[in-house]
Structure formats: structure tokens, C-alpha cells
């Protein structure tokens, strides 16, 4: 049996059967929408949309929480998945003007804590210092 035989052989669904999801012009994710051969140049720009982070600033918050989580779970002598509520928001400790202010708002954080937390608050404290608060994502190509 050949495979052109197969296909003729199975029935095809009709035109009437289908269900088509169409949506406006310019909505819908990025880089959906017919496929066409077509040089029209909307079609191509959507496609090509995408977001721009700063990587390097991003790299470097992912380290800071790990390092953030591991020094947590050395303080509350726990794994993250037993540590207690502590939420720690780098932006927000970025937006206070003073060190005074930043560990302050930390010992807030950490006042369950019985184990001492001056050596954690003073390491973040130097390890944020000269990073910038994370702003919104920048689109690229419109």
C-alpha cells in the first residue's frame, strides 16, 4: 500500500468542520498571525518585536537573591522550601536614600530571626550599592 493511497483512503474533514481563530490586526502574540508569503511589511515588524533587558543587570540580581537565599537559609538553619515568609525587595531597599534607612527596613524584615543579622544586613548593604533599581523592559524594532 503506498502512502498516497493512505492519505485518499482516511476522509478529509471539510471546510464546514473546522473551527479558525482570527483576530484583529496587531493583537495576539508576537509573531502569530497568518503565514504568508507575501512582502507585506506589517506582517514582517510583528515578527520581529522583542524585548530589550539589561542582561548584565539581570545576571547580576539572579546572583544577589541566590546569595540572598543562601544566606537565609544559613540564618534560619533551614532549607528555602521550610524558611519562614522574609521578603526582601531590592528595589524598594534601592529606593531608601540612606544606609541607616536600608538596614533598618532589613532588621524589619528579618525580626524573627534569632540568629544574628548584622554581618547578612552589612554584606547586602555593599553588595546592592551601585546597582540600579530594575525599570520596565524597553521594546525593540517598532
Known amino acids: 500500500m503506498s502512502a498516497a493511497s493512505t492519505e485518499t483512503s482516511a476522509p478529509l474533514p ?11 490586526p496587531g493583537v495576539g502574540c508576537v509573531g502569530s498571525g ?15 518585536v522583542t524585548v530589550k533587558y539589561d542582561r548584565k543587570e539581570l545576571r547580576k540580581r539572579l546572583v544577589l537573591e541566590e546569595w540572598i537565599i543562601e544566606q537565609l537559609s544559613e540564618l534560619y ?20 536614600n540612606s544606609d541607616d534607612e536600608r538596614a533598618s527596613k532589613l532588621q524589619e524584615s528579618l525580626i524573627d530571626c534569632y540568629k ?23 521594546k525593540k524594532g517598532l
Open 77 to 96: 538553619d533551614c532549607e528555602e522550601e521550610e524558611m519562614p515568609e522574609v521578603e526582601i525587595d531590592i528595589d524598594d531597599l534601592l529606593e531608601v
Open 34 to 48: 497568518p503565514i504568508t508569503t507575501g512582502d507585506d511589511p506589517v506582517q514582517k515588524k510583528q515578527g520581529k
Open 14 to 24: 471539510t471546510a464546514g468542520s473546522r473551527v479558525f481563530f482570527q483576530s484583529a
Open 116 to 138: 544574628p543579622t548584622e554581618d547578612f544586613v552589612r554584606e547586602l548593604l555593599g553588595r546592592i550599592r551601585g546597582m540600579r533599581k530594575l525599570s520596565a523592559p524597553t
